[in-house]
């Protein structure tokens, strides 16, 4: 039943450790997205695919890069992580980038030791 | 860069007394979404208004769009410990790059059995 799985739920990575988060989706959505969310805070918009059309976000980070093998699939690579970067991660999907809805996963917690 | 401001950002309630939550957009919006994060948990879409004026309503929720189509409006009636969580407001320009929602910081809200 699960549509957006995120693996793993939880993530424990060393400073400047590289780690890469998976986000797959049963929806057949174009479109997938990451964002990032600290605590109390709204999700920030990393940047999104749409189709096999990469689209970063003017002030992301060039520690945060992203892949999408097929449409199913999408990874978050963070290549050196900072202690600032510790954050739920949310992989997001919706049918296209103009008007409808975007469905969630349930999130990577990301902790920097 | 476009601007969506929420208040209140917190509202502590008494379970059976109405909450309302409030967001302005610094630019007009072709459309608005609201979603809601429970504790823990990640966003969940709700609704999306794309008409000015518009009204909907979902059971004891309404959501309004302002007529300029900058503002809109989540209230609650009655409300009862399952509301409880964040509820978030998200906008998309009504021009140019019209993909990106840009969230609201949130209202959360806590309902006192």
């Known amino acids: 039943d699960a549509m957006v799985i995120q693996n793993p739920r939880y993530q424990v990575t060393q400073f400047g450790k590289p780690v890469t988060l998976s986000c797959s989706q049963t929806l057949n959505h174009n479109v997938m997205y990451w964002y990032q969310q600290k605590s109390s805070q709204a999700p920030k918009l990393l940047f999104h695919?749409?189709?096999?059309?990469?689209?970063n976000e003017a002030d992301t980070p060039d520690n945060f890069q992203s892949r999408r093998p097929n449409t199913s699939f999408c990874f978050l690579d963070i290549r050196s992580p900072g202690l600032g970067d510790a954050a739920m991660y949310l992989c997001?999907?919706?049918?296209?980038?103009?008007?409808?809805?975007?469905?969630f996963g349930p999130g990577t917690r990301l902790t920097v030791t | 860069g476009q601007q969506v401001m929420q208040i209140p950002q917190y509202q502590h309630v008494q379970e059976g007394e109405d909450f309302t939550t409030y967001c302005n957009s610094s630019t007009t919006l072709s459309n608005i979404q609201w979603y809601k994060q429970r504790p823990g948990g990640h966003p969940v879409f709700l609704i999306q208004l794309v008409k000015s004026g518009e009204v909907k309503k979902q059971k004891r929720l309404t959501f309004q769009f302002g007529e300029a189509k900058k503002n809109s409006s989540l209230h609650i009636t009655a409300t009862q410990t399952t509301d409880v969580g964040t509820y978030f407001c998200a906008g998309r320009n009504s021009g140019g790059s019209n993909y990106k929602l840009t969230f609201g910081k949130g209202t959360l809200l806590t309902v006192n059995p």
């Open positions: 695919y749409y189709d096999k059309d990469f689209n």
């Open positions: 997001a999907t919706s049918r296209d980038r103009a008007s409808y809805e975007q469905y």
